[in-house]
């Protein structure tokens, strides 16, 4: 049974003062903590890749994992939507050469934002189970940074730069349930590039997290024949402090478990699930937790995940 077995991160340290922005922007503590949730936001220095997060992330991880040695790697697929330079090769095979892993690897890369996490793991589960690999690495990294305008109060308050690296194999610590999935395209101008820089419509954003997510968290726990009682923990994207919340809420069961933790980070997008579940869930004694990621598309995807 091919499930997560370790999870590493690299969050830079250099980045900037959230509070300093929003003085900037005419916003307040109260506003910075209780509605974006972040005082400070990780960035990528300018002699940074997408791929060179990626390396720090995986070298992390196999130094958290002194039996994981570099040649047993089969499969590596990074989610992102900022590779590098401007996409073209895909930056799984740069980072397969970075790390110096096996020519006889499979690397590629998918392109989905905030909900890439969740559809990555189920991608890798499946590809490796279809062509017997053992040793999988699912890597995130979307530096926002690269696109947002620091002029733009509605993006450049929320996100940090940030990478994450997940092992999957055999004999994992947390298996791989249930799960679904949604896409509505119609939604694609709310989260889109144009000549290089961000454009988010937040209220439509925010609109679509409170419609899709509870309601999407409460299908996939009627599938699993699982009550809110059943659920250790979810974790879901930190989109922000207002999104966590309003969605905690209007799920309505047990809003308490709804994990709040971006303080330090900001939005990290497709690493933003990762990080939760390396620092809350990896060490703790839950046996159930649910994870949803939802953004750029419009794209959801949610899932259980359970102790073997």
Known sequence: MIGIKSIASYVPAAGLDNYAQGAKFGKDEEFILGKIGSAFLPRKSDEQETSDLCVEAVNALFAANPTLSRDSIDALIVVTQNGDAEGLPHT?????????????????????????????????????????????????????????????????????????????????????????????????????????????????????????VPAHLHELLEQSGLAADDIDAFCIHQGSAAIVDAVARRFEDKPEKFVKDMVETGNTVSSSIPLLLEKHALDATWKRVAVSGFGVGLSWGSAILHRP
């Open 92 to 212: 799984a095979a740069i980072v397969q050469d970075k790390l110096g892993l096996p020519t006889n690897i499979a690397a590629f890369d998918i392109s989905l934002g905030c909900s890439g996490y969740v559809y990555g793991i189920y991608a890798l589960k499946g590809f490796m189970e279809a062509t017997g690999l053992k040793n999988g690495l699912l890597v995130t990294a979307d530096p926002y940074s690269k696109i947002v305008d620091p002029e733009d109060r509605n993006t450049t308050m929320l996100f940090g730069d940030a990478a994450t690296a997940t092992w999957m194999g055999e004999d994992p610590l947390w298996a791989l349930g249930k799960s679904a999935f949604g896409t509505d395209g119609s939604g694609a101008p709310h989260l889109k590039v144009t000549d290089g820089v961000f454009f988010m419509n937040g209220r439509q954003v925010f609109n679509f997290a409170l419609l899709k």
